[in-house]
């Protein structure tokens, strides 16, 4: 056996001296370098714990009212961020309808992330006619624009929260297929997933080993980004009346309700909106951060 | 003897971080009108940074250092005006991947012509005649019908004709050529280089030719710089450079590929180890890694150019003659 | 102790003994895309290979070179089984590939490929040694067994385990990549391994170590290699036999010393010709042939190289010459063939 030195000497070529972390290390490692991601993820984790916190954190009680002190302004002795058209507290109802909102927000997503993520990589995977099939199928409801196909399917279902997250699930499904399927089919193609087909490996095992762990990762911040739009679609939603119902505090509801305010206290009218904004473009920019930082090849 | 055509000092290139990459630290080199001078390096050695910086192709995070003057214009310092004039009329450049370097959607024909109105003022039927006057000249065949091909509707040869004909369109007076041909396959790959060759020759253009291979360096070159790692470890004329070259790197590329010496059954003289790594790069000669004839003197700094022939030089301490001589030689 | 009984293959794995041939290949076609026009021909399809035969003996390395075009990949991937062929048997060892006696799952076990791009190759986001130990894995071997293979592959090619088996492609130099794609390679003990442009995106300094390395993989393990290259210095240093292939059909097989130095086909010649001089005072004045490799598409009648051929004669475009008679050096040509009517072709 001949390991002659020049072989050897090949090691020498300079190695980082810490242990190298994985991908996902290195993708954190940058993201925490941009300004603007740390920002938005602040901003994220701290309406996160307020929401989660918040018989702690809210200064009064989401459902107590009292008629004599309702619209007060922002800026109030009693109400700092102003009361309500039933006299409830705007600060704690904010807070307490961070719970609500971000539910919405999220839950419809993670769910359609999972689904939407085995249909598009088995369409992917696969190819042919079976990938056809799926994807025109998918195509149909893709068609229709989101806000119209939300209130369709709430109408059908009904008004409520679990019929609410049901139908935006079935919004999202189609474009995470969409974005899953595309991704795996680029992915499919390169060599390394040639080189496993060659190993023998059968197709369960090459998507597990060799397709998810590349794939997921696009898939996932694609879906953050729509964490933002779900939001906005679920305040629509309940400010249609089709999802959530008072006197439970959710952005989308309150702003219907302080419809009627809007001649009196308009800077309180538009708190809600304002935290929606808020909320959304801290998650659209930290899904772009995400994006950039796992776009770097090393 | 006339005045160097191109003449660069210090060239440093420092593409900002993270981290920090000295892709040039520190290059000299003149090139005399009608002269063809081979930039020869691996990945990684600056040859093609070194191109880019004479024309100012660089991104903005790259920081430039030194004085570059071509045909006597210091080229750092000029305007966007100017500059826009200066490329394409002076100084031309040939890239490795006409495809890219091509726009697909104007024909090839129309390209041309709209350079040559651009720089030149001259009417677009002049622009065309001159574009199929160069088409002929490159050797295009039916270059009247080739003229209003789409880029991809020709083959890898052809468009890097098509790409020199584009080049020589405003009659600049050097020629910037990065891998023209490293991507061509072996039949067009010395066609093209005889064309280069040919041209080159009859238009008295100075060429800067950077590649990879030491038989492309051989056909084409008067006089060689071989790169390493950001900076030039030897000049000299072609027949020096390839006879009796003076640096070890230079050598040890010369002996692993052996042209016409590979010899079956036996081992190649292989360089140990690998280019190193820009952002990381160690005090002293940055080949020493790998050298065979490391000597501690190596690590602790640069070394010189030393002559060694004629219009040779090398930087290597190995060829430093004993102090006292040198002192007497000065 | 033999070369054979250190690397462990076994040899009872070898069939036929020396004399037969480790892979046979005839009448390999594979034909792309194309449509059917109004008679049902089927047109404008990229006839990637066109009928190629082949023989690697064991033990020897063969050289296949071709230019763009030449079909000379999609023959690697057509004995690979990654496409399957339109005609044309494949028998290794003796035995027909995908027959009962050789699955496809065995015949993996036999044959395995390194492809041209390092990176492309690697799976991002595995380990070097998750790569390299995925083969042996895949056909039943346990996950520590896998490991500690992979860990001593890869000290044979060169890649100390304590610190490479734990790092990610990207965190490795193009030559460093390469290594870790043979070592993957050898991971299912294969008999044949395909090396399909394996060095030519690596810098100069880097192909002779691995080109080295190779070399010693190949006498310790007592592989067969079918290396594929346009680099024909390359491939005279590591053939022992060489087939020249253009547009989709081998025009010249031979021993690589009297090929590449006294060849009989003009395509080889020029092909020769072609490379680059070394010699300073020895320029190429004219280059061998003009114009580009023509298109896989609807190529030229009878003998596909007689549009660019310096010794075209009508018969080269009227009938399509073979590749001839059992000889250790085959030429498809007129000019070698007395027969043929070409006038310059020598009488034997």
């Known amino acids: ?298 | 003897m006339s005045e160097a055509i191109v003449d660069v000092k210090g060239l440093t290139v420092e593409f900002s971080g993270p981290p920090p990459v000295r892709a040039v630290g520190g290059v000299d080199l003149t090139l005399a009108p009608g002269e063809v001078l081979a930039l020869l390096g691996e990945s990684g050695s600056g040859k093609s940074v070194t191109l880019r910086a004479l024309m100012r192709l660089l991104p903005k995070r790259a920081a430039i250092g030194g004085t570059i003057r071509v045909d006597a214009r210091d080229v750092r310092q000029m305007g966007a005006a100017e500059l826009s004039a200066y490329r394409g009329s002076t100084v031309a450049m040939v890239f490795q991947e006409p495809g890219l370097a091509l726009d697909p959607v104007y024909s090839v024909g129309d390209q041309i012509a709209e350079a040559v109105v651009r720089h030149e003022g001259a009417s677009w039927a002049q622009g065309r005649a001159r574009a199929l006057a160069l088409f002929e000249r490159v050797r295009i065949p039916s270059a009247a019908r080739r003229l209003d091909n789409y880029p991809h509707e020709m083959s890898g040869g052809m468009r890097q004709r098509a790409m020199i004909a584009l080049a020589l369109s405003c009659r600049p007076k050097v020629l910037l050529a990065d891998e023209p041909t490293t991507a061509l396959d072996a039949t067009v790959q010395i066609q093209i280089l005889l064309l280069l060759r040919e041209l080159q020759r009859e238009l008295g253009l100075a060429v800067i030719f950077v590649t990879h291979d030491i038989g492309v360096a051989t056909e084409i070159a008067d006089r060689i710089a071989v790169m390493y790692a950001g900076r030039i470890v030897e000049t000299g004329a072609c027949r020096a450079v390839i006879r009796a070259c003076a640096h070890p790197y230079t050598q040890g590329l010369l002996a692993s590929r052996a042209g016409q010496a590979f010899e079956r059954g036996g081992r190649l003289q292989a360089i140990p180890g690998a280019p190193p790594d820009l952002s990381r790069l160690m005090p002293g000669c940055a080949f020493a890694p790998r050298c065979a004839k490391v000597r501690d003197a190596c690590r602790s700094g640069l070394p010189d150019e030393i002559p060694v022939g004629p219009g040779h030089v090398a930087r290597c301490i190995l060829l430093e003659k004993a102090p006292l001589a040198r002192l007497s030689s000065v | 102790m033999s070369a054979v009984e250190a690397s462990g293959v076994a040899p009872e794995r070898d069939r036929g003994g020396p004399a037969q041939p480790l892979l046979s290949v005839k009448g390999l076609v594979k034909h792309f895309g194309g449509r059917r026009d109004w008679s049902g021909q089927r047109r404008g399809m990229v006839r990637a290979v066109d009928g190629v035969d082949l023989e690697i003996f064991k033990g020897e390395t063969l050289g296949i070179v071709g230019e763009s075009g030449c079909g000379k990949s999609t023959t690697a991937r057509l004995v690979m089984q990654i496409i399957r062929p339109d005609r044309g048997e494949i028998l290794f060892d003796g035995e027909a590939v995908g027959s009962p006696a050789l699955g496809l799952r065995d015949y993996r076990r036999e044959v395995q490929m390194v492809f041209q791009d390092s990176y492309a190759s690697l799976n991002p986001r595995l380990t070097v040694e998750h790569t390299v130990a995925f083969g042996p894995w895949v056909h039943g071997e346990g996950r520590q067994a896998a490991v500690a293979r992979a860990h001593d592959l890869l000290q044979r090619v060169g890649l100390a385990p304590e610190r490479f088996a734990g790092r990610y492609p990207h965190e490795l130099s193009g030559g460093q990549r390469q290594r870790v794609n043979i070592a993957r390679a050898l991971a299912l003990q294969p008999r044949l391994l395909i090396l399909d442009e394996a060095v030519s995106a690596l810098d100069k300094s880097v192909e002779a170590q691995v080109l080295n390395l190779l070399l010693d993989l190949k006498a310790e393990f007592g592989l067969t290699y079918m290396f594929i290259s346009h680099d024909l210095n390359v491939v005279r240093f590591m053939s022992d036999r060489v087939m020249v292939m253009y547009l989709g059909k081998a025009v010249e097989v031979g021993p690589s010393d009297v090929i590449l130095k006294s060849p009989r086909h003009p395509y080889t010649a020029a092909l020769l010709a072609s490379m680059p001089s070394m010699d300073p005072d020895n320029r190429t004045r004219e280059a061998p042939l003009f114009g580009d490799p023509p298109n896989p598409i609807d190529p030229p009648p009878g003998c596909r190289f007689h549009t660019r051929c310096k010794f075209a004669a009508p018969v080269c475009s009227a009938r399509e010459p073979g590749l001839g008679a059992e000889a250790a050096h085959r030429v498809a040509c007129h000019l070698a063939d007395p027969s043929s009517g070409h006038p310059g072709a020598v009488a034997a």
């Open chain 1, 1 to 298: 056996m001949a390991v002659l030195s020049d072989i050897r000497i090949d090691a020498v070529a300079p190695l980082p001296a810490r242990a190298s972390r994985g991908y996902w290390g290195s993708v954190l490692r940058r993201l925490m370098r941009d300004p603007v991601a740390m920002v938005a993820a602040g901003v994220i984790l701290a309406i996160v714990l307020a929401a989660v916190f918040a018989p702690f954190v809210a200064p009064g009680d989401p459902y107590k009212g009292a008629m004599l002190r309702r619209l007060r302004p922002i800026g109030d002795a009693l109400y700092w961020l102003g009361s309500d058209e039933l006299g409830r507290d705007m600060l704690t109802r904010l807070i307490y309808g961070g719970r609500l909102s971000l539910f919405m927000g999220v839950l419809p997503v993670a769910c359609a992330f999972v689904i939407g993520s085995t249909l598009g990589v088995f369409a992917g995977y696969v190819g042919g006619w079976v990938n056809m099939v799926v994807m025109r199928v998918i195509d149909v409801f893709y068609a229709f624009p989101s806000v119209l196909l939300a209130i369709a399917l709430s109408g059908a279902l009904g008004a409520g929260i679990t019929n609410a997250v049901v139908s935006l699930t079935i919004v999202f499904i189609p474009p995470i297929t969409r974005v899953a399927e595309s991704v795996t089919t680029q992915i499919r193609t390169r060599d390394y997933v040639e080189a496993a087909q060659v190993s023998g490996a059968g197709a369960f095992t090459i998507i597990r080993v060799h397709v998810l762990g590349n794939v997921l990762g696009p898939i996932f911040v694609y879906a953050t980004s729509l964490i933002s739009v779900s939001m906005i679609l679920a305040s629509g939603l309940s400010f249609l009346g089709l999802g959530s119902k008072p006197p439970e505090p959710e952005w989308g509801l309150m702003l219907n309700t302080l419809r009627t305010a809007i001649y009196v206290q308009p800077a309180v009218a538009a708190l809600p909106g304002a935290m929606i904004f808020i909320t959304s473009i801290s998650f659209n920019l930290l899904s772009d951060g995400l994006r950039s930082a796992m776009e770097v090849r090393s």
